[in-house]
């Protein structure tokens, strides 16, 4: 591994401590926003299929393809 130097706080070497610190808390951050997405989703689609049942409407279908595209997307984000 090569040395780098943090310009912002002056420290040679493979990373300064505090760019650690803002990168873990980047992705920290990151992680937080996909659950979230993920958290709206599993709300939204069991509103519409209560709204259904309350409405006397047959259980709409959601394009599983689309959702388990949306779920993998954000799982492999979750992993960087």
Same mark, same amino acid.
């Given at each position: 591994? !090569?040395? #780098? =130097? &943090?310009?912002?706080? +002056?420290? =040679? !070497? +493979?990373?300064? $401590?505090? &760019? *650690? %610190? @803002? @990168?873990?808390?980047a992705r920290a951050a990151? #992680?937080? =926003?996909?659950? #979230? /997405? ?9 509103? &519409? $299929? @209560?709204? +259904? @049942?309350?409405? !006397?409407? +047959?259980?709409r279908s959601f394009d599983?393809? *689309? =959702? #388990? *595209? %949306?779920?993998?997307? /954000?799982?492999e984000e979750l992993k960087?």
């Amino acid at each position: 591994m !090569g040395l #780098a =130097v &943090c310009h912002r706080h +002056d420290f =040679v !070497g +493979d990373r300064c $401590h505090w &760019c *650690t %610190i @803002e @990168e873990l808390d980047a992705r920290a951050a990151k #992680a937080a =926003v996909f659950q #979230a /997405a993920l958290r709206e989703i599993s709300r939204w689609r069991e509103s &519409c $299929h @209560e709204y +259904d @049942e309350d409405m !006397g409407h +047959d259980p709409r279908s959601f394009d599983e393809e *689309t =959702v #388990a *595209t %949306i779920e993998r997307f /954000a799982a492999e984000e979750l992993k960087r």
